[in-house]
């Protein structure tokens, strides 16, 4: 099983990398923006809360993300891998979700960690926010304050995968193709 955390700061190309890697790979898509975002579309009592929460610019509490994760993997127990976009952002969410795949007789292959510097991601993510609707996307202080929690909070996560010799760092500036070219390198050097 290809389990892939694939890792970087909003507007980094982790959805955009997803897609290619799970048409190449044929894996499942497990980004907990898109989960959240059809929460709040469908009105549930956990979209509102955490649209409220994103709205600001911050992390959507552990318990809420780790319930919705696990329940995805428990359905899904044949499928050949997993893409984890947005999960996990914490020291804690990583040792819940090492502790949930052993349980399922799995574990993750590799972070792909997409490097991209702040002012390159705010004018990425400003870009975004002309078409997305999202309003986490057309506040540059809002952009600001989610590079600044991501910095804070979820980039030392890198350092939880380099000890389990895990860590893969990809440069996410760059075409598309070119980024994704490095990115099945780093793939098959651990297949």
Do not use: W
């Not at 649209?51 to 992390?59: A, H, P, T, W, Y």
């Not at 991209?116 to 926010?129: I, N, S």
């Not at 996307?137 to 909070?153: F, G, Q, V």
């Amino acid at each position: 099983m290809l389990n892939i955390v694939i890792f970087g700061p909003p507007g980094a190309g982790k959805g955009t990398q997803s897609q290619l890697l799970i048409d190449q790979f044929n894996l499942i898509h497990l980004s907990t923006g898109d989960i959240l975002r059809g929460e709040i579309a469908q009105g549930t009592e956990l979209g509102i809360k955490a649209k409220s929460i994103m709205d600001r610019g911050d992390l959507v509490p552990d318990e809420v993300v780790i319930g919705m994760i696990r329940s995805i993997l428990e359905k899904n127990p044949n499928a050949k891998g997993f893409i984890f976009d947005g999960f996990p952002r914490t020291t804690v969410q990583a040792e819940s979700l090492d502790q949930m795949l052993n349980e399922l007789n799995t574990s993750i292959s590799t972070m792909l960690s997409l490097d991209v510097d702040v002012d390159e991601l705010t004018k990425r993510l400003l870009e975004r926010g002309k078409s997305s609707g999202r309003a986490d996307d057309a506040n540059e202080s809002i952009i600001r304050n989610r590079i600044k929690e991501y910095n804070k909070k979820t980039a030392p996560l890198k350092k939880f995968y380099a000890k389990q010799n895990k860590l893969q760092s990809i440069t996410g500036v760059g075409s598309v193709d070119s980024i994704y070219t490095k990115i099945c390198e780093a793939i098959d050097q651990i297949k």
